[in-house]
């Protein structure tokens, strides 16, 4: 969906760097979901954030990666010192505070890892 | 346990002919929802379609219909009439707990690779 924009589209990066990719939710929404999708899976959940709060991490990586959704901006996903297992595509994904029975997702960044 | 099961990884069907991908899901929850996202190559992901588990109706939305049987736990996404356009992967993907409870945290199957011939 259109309304969920991320940013970058593609990251190239190589080993040891530090890869910041970028989610602006739709318009209205105040929930923020980041997915990671490796090579021919499907998409795992990584976090979950609502402005300034972290709610649900349980599914990121113990090191390097962390996230925020700050009261002002994108989101941010951070990948620090990254390897090339981190090379898949992550999807932001957002909705309002109430039930619509729908989570809008964005076009995905790529991240490859040299 | 798999949570979700997609066992056709790819699936051919001639244009303008229907066809069901099959989707099975594993889950102690009373309260869930079942989803159905289109992943063309692009990478987009576009939602299709959804299903509460207290739903008493099959979901529709234009030429998508789940085909909802919950006993024995299968989410078959049924699209009529396929187009071209319709190529692409098609996830499954279920959210366990009430729909209301905050965390939207969804687990997806692997996917099934839909070829539609002209």
């Known amino acids: 969906n259109a309304g969920v924009m991320q940013n970058p589209r593609h990251l190239v990066r190589r080993r040891g760097q530090e890869a910041r990719l970028r989610c602006s939710p739709m318009?209205?929404?105040?929930?923020v979901y980041w997915y990671r999708q490796l090579p021919e899976e499907g998409l795992k959940f990584m976090v979950y954030l609502q402005k300034e709060n972290i709610i649900d991490e349980s599914g990121m990586p113990k090191e390097r990666f962390s996230a925020e959704f700050p009261k002002e901006g994108p989101s941010i996903l951070r990948i620090q010192q990254v390897v090339r297992g981190d090379s898949a595509a992550y999807f932001c994904a957002s909705k309002s505070g109430s039930d619509t029975g729908e989570l809008f997702f964005g076009e995905g960044s790529r991240l490859t890892v040299l | 346990a798999q949570k979700i099961t997609q066992t056709q990884p790819g699936m051919f069907v001639q244009e303008k002919e229907a066809v069901t991908l099959d989707c099975t899901y594993d889950t102690s929850d009373q309260s869930y929802g079942l989803f159905w996202y289109k992943q063309p190559s692009s990478g987009e992901m576009i939602f299709l379609i959804y299903?509460?588990?207290?739903?008493?109706q099959n979901a529709t939305e234009g030429r998508y219909s789940l085909n909802f049987q919950k006993a024995r736990k299968s989410a078959n996404l049924v699209i009529s009439a396929s187009q071209l356009g319709d190529s692409a992967m098609y996830f499954c993907?279920?959210?366990?707990?009430?729909?209301?409870?905050?965390?939207?945290?969804?687990?997806f199957g692997k996917g099934t690779k839909l070829s539609v011939i002209p």
């Open positions: 318009k209205g929404h105040s929930h």
């Open positions: 993907a279920m959210r366990e707990g009430p729909s209301g409870a905050g965390s939207y945290q969804l687990t």
């Open positions: 299903q509460g588990s207290y739903d008493e």
